[in-house]
């Protein structure tokens, strides 16, 4: 990434001047969340920063090259890991509370898949594939205890991307099959609880990876309303598709529907979820409409990695991105630091 020249540059909105603000940072940056009005590197030890710049040193040392974290809703216990590696360590605020690992089956293919969640019954849980790259388990966080027992069936899937609902009642998986293509899928947590081999199935979303095109990334929008985007790539053309190549749609689990679904003329690459909006992060951030598929703003001069999906043998990082609690500003790293976009208003 070209290093930034002084500490504000500028983008336009809507005909309005936009300041991006330029955070500096010593050292290389592993990880990028919030923490309150501070901004934080978990994976890197719990290194935070004020607004201003002023760097909250930590003497936590992890020992191992973990570049990717993951918060639990209540903000008390996280999971840092290496994207690309086969090990990972859960976290009670900053102490270690135990050790976690995936399967080493092309795990240097394809992004590790692990998700924090809360049911509705309030249990914060552990969703990943400690075993088999194709099995989905689902932990109690804070016990770690297995919640999902039985026989399995599992397919030829490696599971990616997991994010957990926030109302806590389904899973959302974006990950690929051999050939290798992209898919998503959707699963109802209650019924999984109940019986686990419905991780094995095709899930709630009706995408198939013989009539659809390729999955690029998935996010929830809401408890209801999950954005996918697509890339160009359709694995059988024979069928017309519910979600075409290059676009943009918006499911609603409950009313088993496509909402929206948008054509656009880019690469959309790795999505985060701001109400009726998304960021997309891929060479810059983009901030769409998911409803129309328009670009509300844009800012070039904020470089990320060009990643368009959760796998590839040539490992692309995913961009280290992170949204505030308010939805109002946007963190990206950069090389030598942070920048910082306010954005604008969102759309209900």
């Known amino acids: 990434m070209p290093r930034w020249q002084g500490r504000t540059t500028r983008a336009w909105v809507r005909g309005k001047r936009v300041d991006v603000e330029f955070v500096p940072v010593r050292g290389a940056l592993r990880s990028l969340g919030w923490d309150g009005d501070m901004l934080l590197d978990l994976a890197g030890g719990g290194r935070r920063w004020s607004l201003d710049g ?3 040193p930590t003497s936590v040392d992890f020992g191992r090259p973990f570049d990717q974290a993951v918060s639990s809703p209540s903000g008390r216990y996280a999971v840092v890991y290496g994207e690309r590696d086969t090990t990972a360590l859960v976290l009670d605020g900053a102490s270690g509370l135990r050790e ?7 795990a240097a293919d394809f992004d590790y898949p692990v998700a924090l969640g809360r049911l ?10 400690p075993d088999e790259y194709n099995v989905l388990q689902i932990d109690d966080l804070v016990s770690g205890a297995r919640l999902t027992t039985g026989d399995r069936t599992p397919t030829d899937v490696f599971h990616s991307r997991l994010s957990v609902s926030p109302d806590g009642r389904h899973l959302l998986m974006a990950g690929w099959f051999w050939s290798p293509f992209g898919i998503a899928r959707v699963y109802d947590l209650a019924e999984a ?3 686990s081999a419905t991780l094995d199935g095709d899930g709630v ?7 659809d095109a390729e999955v690029a990334s998935a996010c929830w929008l809401d408890g209801d309303r999950l954005a996918v985007a697509t890339t160009d790539e359709v694995f059988d053309d024979e069928e017309a598709p ?3 190549p290059r676009q943009l749609g918006v499911w609603s689990v409950s009313g088993r529907q496509w909402l929206a679904r948008s054509s656009v003329n880019y ?4 999505l985060l979820p701001r109400n009726a909006q998304v960021i997309s992060l891929y060479e810059h951030p983009r901030l769409i409409d998911t409803e129309t598929g328009a670009v509300v703003a844009e800012w070039p001069g904020v470089k990320v990695a060009p990643k368009d999906g959760s796998f590839g043998v040539t490992h692309i990082p995913t961009p280290w991105a992170a949204l505030d609690a308010t ?5 990206v790293a950069q090389d030598g630091g942070i920048a910082l976009i306010e954005l604008p208003p969102p759309r209900p």
């Open 205 to 211: 979303l009706p995408m198939s990876p013989g009539s």
């Open 193 to 195: 609880l109940a019986d």
């Open 267 to 270: 690469p959309i690459g790795t």
């Open 100 to 106: 976690m690992g995936r399967s080493s089956y092309h």
């Open 120 to 129: 509705p019954d309030g249990r914060e849980i552990l969703v990943h594939c």
């Open 54 to 56: 002023t760097e909250h």
């Open 242 to 244: 519910n979600l075409g």
């Open 327 to 331: 939805g109002t500003r946007l963190a």
